[in-house]
């Protein structure tokens, strides 16, 4: 039974403890109601000044030049790899002296050449004279007497084909001969070429030089970048280059492709000249009529010329006893057609891409 008193105690304790906790914790308001403050401190000064100021001002500056001086520079694209520049170009005549790199730009980048003047060669061959050539085969003399008209039908007839041949027993001066060298043939024998050469050699006739290494004057958007304007005697236009023969960068600006040498190999030549065989007749070959039969010249009566034609021989006493033999090449050598052979190349390509 006193076991029982006591927990009967000690509950009520232990409830009145916990209604004193609420009333502790409960705000009587002005009008009688309350408020039961939950001090999860929602304070509900939740400071709603969350500070807003996201400062719109986030400084894109839209202005993409405004730090470049658009009076004395320019934002342009940046070179990329593998290619030099911004640059400036100069191109000028190649006799003259070409500037050199100074001022905004000056750093000595490309030196190449333009305009390669050509001038034409020519090539041709010729032949000397025949050496060594001579007529083969044999000739015909007739003899027609005191005929002017060489009108014998059938005149007695000598083959000449020696130095020296006899004329049977012999034959009175004042006879008409007609001597015909048609059976002659040009043989053996060579001629010297001669060739001639005329190779001029090409020159340059423009010179073209680039500079680089302007500091910037400024700030562009991106990455632009702010250069120099070029002046005078340089090219309008900004330009970067490569050594090599190539394409100018993808979805670059600089879209104004040249290409420049800075050498070249001039190998042209000329065929080579050479010359055929004699090529002729031997028509101007001619007789002398002699008083002996060995041809000696002890008195000589008359040419007698070996184009078929009745010629008197000379008049006298003497009797004609042989005819001597004279023989006349009359021969050329043909010589080959030649050509110009290979060319000029240019050599040592830079490539520049130029803003258009």
């Not at 001597?324 to 110009?340: G, P, Q």
Request: include cysteine; hydrophobic fraction near 30%.
């Amino acid at each position: 039974m006193r076991l029982f008193t006591i927990s009967i105690l000690l509950f009520g304790a232990i409830n009145l403890a916990a209604c004193q906790a609420m009333f502790d914790n409960y705000e009587f308001n002005e009008d009688g109601g309350g408020d039961t403050d939950s001090d999860s401190d929602s304070d509900s000064d939740t400071d709603t000044d969350t500070d807003t100021d996201t400062d719109t001002d986030t400084d894109t500056d839209t202005d993409s030049d405004a730090d470049c001086p658009t009076s004395t520079h320019n934002c342009v694209e940046d070179a990329i790899v593998g290619w030099t520049g911004p640059s400036v170009v100069y191109q000028g005549d190649s006799s003259a002296t070409p500037p050199a790199c100074a001022g905004d730009y000056p750093t000595t980048g490309a030196q190449a050449n333009t305009d390669l003047d050509i001038p034409s060669a020519s090539c041709g061959c010729g032949c000397t004279g025949p050496i060594g050539a001579s007529c083969s085969g044999s000739g015909s003399l007739e003899n027609h007497g005191s005929t002017p008209a060489c009108s014998f039908i059938s005149p007695p007839t000598y083959t000449i084909n020696t130095a020296c041949t006899t004329l049977g027993a012999g034959h009175g001066t004042a006879n008409y001969w007609k001597f015909n060298t048609s059976g002659f043939n040009v043989t053996g024998g060579s001629c010297a070429a001669l060739p001639t050469i005329s190779i001029p050699t090409p020159s340059y006739q423009t010179d073209v030089i680039s500079c680089h290494g302007a500091v910037e004057g400024g700030t562009c958007a991106g990455d632009d970048v702010c250069m120099p304007i070029p002046a005078a005697p340089y090219e309008s236009e900004l330009c970067i280059w490569a050594s090599g023969d190539a394409t100018c960068p993808t979805s670059s600006s600089y879209t104004e492709r040249s290409v420049y040498y800075t050498n070249f190999t001039d190998s042209r030549s000329c065929e080579a000249c050479s010359c055929g065989s004699p090529v002729g007749n031997c028509l101007n070959s001619y007789v002398s009529l002699r008083d002996n039969t060995s041809c000696t010249v002890s008195f000589m009566l008359g040419n007698i010329p070996g184009d078929n034609t009745c010629t008197l021989g000379i008049s006298g006493s003497a009797t004609i006893m042989a005819a001597e033999l004279t023989k006349v090449v009359d021969a050329d050598c043909i010589a080959t057609s030649v050509s110009v052979i290979d060319n000029v190349t240019e050599q040592g390509p830079h490539t520049f891409c130029c803003l258009p």
